[in-house]
C-alpha cells in the first residue's frame, strides 16, 4: 500500500522561509512524478508544483522564483523549499504522486498525503 507522509509545516512570519518534506513508502518512488498542491480554508486544492520521474519541474505562477521543489530518489522523498513566503501562501500543503509525467490536475493523481499545515503570519 503506497503511503506519503508530509512534514516540515509550521508557522512563519512573512518573507520567511520553510522547507516541506514527504516520504513515499509501497511505490517504486523513482518511477513516480510527484507534486504539491494547497488548500486554503473555503477554497479549492490548487496546483503548486511538480517533478516528473525525469525531475522536469514545472510551477504555479504564483510561486514561481519563490519555491523549489526537488527530490531525492535515494531517499523515496520529495521537497518543497520556500523562501520569501507570503500570507497568502497560508494553506494545509499535500503532497501527491502519480505515475510518469507530472501535471498540475489533481484528478491526475493516484495518491496523496495527510497534508501539513503552513501559516505565514504578517
Known amino acids: 500500500q503506497a503511503q506519503l507522509v508530509e512534514s516540515g509545516g509550521g508557522l512563519v512570519q512573512a518573507g520567511g522561509s520553510l522547507r516541506l518534506s514527504c516520504a513515499a513508502s509501497?511505490?517504486?518512488?523513482?518511477?513516480?512524478?510527484t507534486g504539491w498542491f494547497r488548500q486554503a480554508p473555503g477554497k479549492e486544492r490548487e496546483f503548486v508544483a511538480t517533478?516528473?520521474?525525469?525531475?522536469?519541474?514545472y510551477y504555479a505562477d504564483s510561486v514561481k522564483g519563490r519555491f523549489t521543489i526537488s527530490r531525492d530518489n535515494a531517499k523515496n522523498t520529495v521537497y518543497l523549499q520556500m523562501n520569501s513566503l507570503k500570507p497568502e501562501d497560508t494553506a494545509v500543503y499535500y503532497c501527491a504522486a502519480k505515475s510518469a509525467g507530472g501535471s498540475r490536475f489533481v484528478n491526475e493523481y493516484n495518491y496523496w498525503g495527510q497534508g501539513t499545515q503552513v501559516t505565514v503570519s504578517s
Open positions: 517533478i516528473s520521474s525525469s525531475s522536469t519541474t
Open positions: 509501497g511505490l517504486t518512488f523513482r518511477l513516480y512524478a
